[in-house]
Nanobody, 116 residues
Framework: QVQLVESGGDLVQAGGSLRLSCAASGSIFSINVMGWYRRAPGKQRELVAAITRGGRTNYGDSVKGRFTISRDNAKNTVYLQMNSLKPEDTAVYSC??????????WGQGTQVTVSS
């Protein structure tokens, strides 16, 4: 089992920045990919960014150039630095961890609200 605890969600003005953190505990040795997804009201969940244990990254098209994902394997923590935030970035952001087996673990989610 893997437990994921997110932090960093907040209310911020458009153009501002936030950093989300996701700390993993439990069977962390089994984790390969960690990432962030988001779900806005009335919309489907979408990939924000993901990073492999080796540091390979993948970003959703809407956040490329504005968001940066990073990973501290020693601390079992993944970060999402969000810059130039837009109102359309408002969503619940959830941390995701994919085990070597392919099983997906999810955090409880953290609210990010961007005001115009």
């Amino acid at each position: 089992q893997v437990q994921l605890v997110e932090s960093g969600g907040d209310l911020v003005q458009a153009g501002g920045s936030l950093r989300l953190s996701c700390a993993a505990s439990g069977s962390i040795f089994s984790i390969n990919v960690m990432g962030w997804y988001r779900r806005a009201p009335g919309k489907q969940r979408e990939l924000v960014a993901a990073i492999t244990r080796g540091g390979r990254t993948n970003y959703g098209d809407s956040v490329k150039g504005r968001f940066t994902i990073s990973r501290d394997n020693a601390k079992n923590t993944v970060y999402l630095q969000m810059n130039s935030l837009k109102p359309e970035d408002t969503a619940v952001y959830s941390c995701n961890a994919v085990a070597m087996s392919g099983y997906n673990y999810w955090g409880q989610g953290t609210q990010v609200t961007v005001s115009s």
